[in-house]
RNA sequence: UCCCGAGUAGCUCAGGUGGUAGAGCAGGUGACUGUUAAUCACCGGGUCGGGGGUUCGAGUCCCUCCUCGGGAGCCA
């Protein structure tokens, strides 16, 4: 009769009995009678041990075989061991192999370069580090999605392709069919807004893009994007939810992740201290803070990394700059009616020097002013159409906002480029693998 | 596009003032009955990113091109 398989997180509950588990090997190690396998199978680490004496004579030759990610079945008693990573080991009797991997296994367990661990991303990906990042983003999405359907927002899925609308920045164009030219979405928010006044609260979330020629550690150019649109939420309204929505993320990821937090050796008392209100700065104050700290920038400028830094330095959670100069901000936000040279906007900038990670906004509901500022941007009116028709026909005060995941993901994760939050990054000089 | 930095063994890197290339890890062989990125001994491994120049002689100095990384701008 042949022993049950068994996964390695469950095998703590299989102590004492003989159980099958299939895995990959990472380590190898031999002391001449004595063998050690440390093997993964998606759940767990496990250390299995082989005495020359106690297996058959075929696993003591496939063992001979073994190197770094071959795929085994090994076959043996579940037994606890304080010697042992996790407390529990198996005392192999069996052992086969699926697949061989040859000695030429790129990723070894000492330090690699970041380009060379990126052009093996598909092997990077098994290593402990990135897993537990993997998990995390998992856990944050799922996070997203129980937040909101916990709101009663509805799910709506925005189209990738699209005609020339959304942002200013770089655009990828692809053919399509007589249509002329179909862009890949850089935001699902002006579909967002037209599905608003159909369902109330909603949010889409997938990828988006951006041709920009951005080489830093806090850009790709496709990265995913969740974006909720509520009717009757103002700018103020909006910032709440926002607070509540990165504390509840980052709670949910301390809640249930705290083993991969460790994996990261992330300081978790920086992420416990993400509770809302998060401190909101005007624009206006924000320039004096900053003019304050020897800064050059005047009223009207962006603000640029740098400021945005020193904006954060000193505090323990997210920080708001709301209300921003018109010019230095897209066409669709709601102009301020206490101050026309500003929009109802918010940038969040995480703390930690992480930066902007949602950019937040009151749209304009005012179709003439809508009108006014696509004509000022120079967009080209007719692509807006449908656009300006929401303001035509029961025009609503709505606001809405992006989260960037890969920022989101990287800064919980506490990890020095956003390319490890995701799988395969994409960025200007990688397309494969 | 601009400003820095880097390209030397499969990987990570070291190679004052110019003199025909080194280490660790990985790999191979052997030893070892409790290893934790095991340890020890021995062995194999290179068009020093490409091109040009200076020089008796260039990994090293000069010019140029390429590739990559980081930052700026832009943004999530």
């Not at 009769?1 to 003989?18: C, D, V």
């Not at 080991?89 to 699926?98: D, F, G, P, Q």
Request: with cysteine; hydrophobic share 35%.
């Amino acid at each position: 009769m042949t022993a049950p398989y068994s996964r390695i997180s469950e095998l703590p509950r299989h102590t004492g009995e003989n159980v099958r588990v299939r895995g990959w090997t990472s380590h190898v190690r031999s002391s001449g009678k004595v063998a050690f396998i440390v093997m993964r199978d998606g759940t767990g680490i496990l250390q299995t041990v082989l005495v020359k004496n106690a297996v058959s004579p075929e696993a003591w030759t496939n063992f001979g075989r073994l190197t770094q990610e071959t795929s085994i079945e090994v076959e043996g008693e579940v037994r606890a061991d304080a010697r042992a990573p996790g407390g529990f080991e198996l005392a192999v009797k069996e052992l086969s192999i699926y697949g061989e991997s040859p000695i030429d296994y790129p990723i070894q367990p000492k330090e690699h370069g970041i380009d060379f661990l990126l052009d093996n991303r598909h092997f990077w990906l098994r290593t402990p580090r990135q897993r537990a990042i993997a998990r995390i983003r998992h856990e944050t999405e799922q996070a997203i999605r129980d937040f909101f359907y916990d709101r009663d927002f509805t799910l709506v899925d925005t189209p990738i392709l699209t005609a020339a609308i959304g942002e200013r920045s770089g655009l990828f164009a692809t053919e399509y069919f007589d249509e002329g030219t179909a862009y890949l979405a850089q935001t699902g928010q002006l579909y967002g807004e037209a599905a608003a006044a159909a369902l109330g609260k909603i949010y889409c979330f997938g990828p988006t893009f951006r041709a920009e020629k951005s080489k830093t550690r806090r850009h790709l150019t496709e990265f995913w994007m969740v974006e909720p649109e509520v009717a009757f939420n103002d700018s103020d309204d909006n910032m709440r939810l926002q607070e509540e929505f990165v504390s509840y993320i980052v709670g949910r990821v301390l809640e249930r992740r705290q083993a991969e937090l460790k994996e990261l050796e992330r300081d978790v008392s920086k992420l416990e201290s993400i509770k809302p209100p998060f401190p909101r700065i005007n624009y206006s104050d924000a320039v004096r803070i900053l003019q304050s700290k020897g800064s050059a920038v005047t009223w009207g400028d962006d603000l640029g990394a740098e400021d945005e830094a020193l904006l954060v330095e000193g505090h323990d959670r997210p920080v708001f700059i709301y209300n921003y100069p018109k010019e230095a901000k897209a066409f669709y936000m709601k102009e301020n009616p206490e101050d026309p040279r500003t929009v109802l906007c918010d940038d969040l900038l995480a703390p930690e020097g992480y930066g902007e990670i949602i950019g937040g906004s009151q749209r304009e509901d005012n179709h003439d002013k809508l009108l006014a500022r696509i004509k000022e941007e120079n967009l080209p009116v007719e692509a807006y159409n449908w656009y300006l028709d929401l303001r035509k026909y029961g025009t609503f005060v709505h606001s809405g906002f992006g989260l960037g995941l890969e920022r989101t993901v990287g800064w919980i994760c506490g990890i020095h480029h956003i390319r490890e939050a995701i799988a395969f990054p994409r960025t200007m000089n990688r397309l494969r693998p």
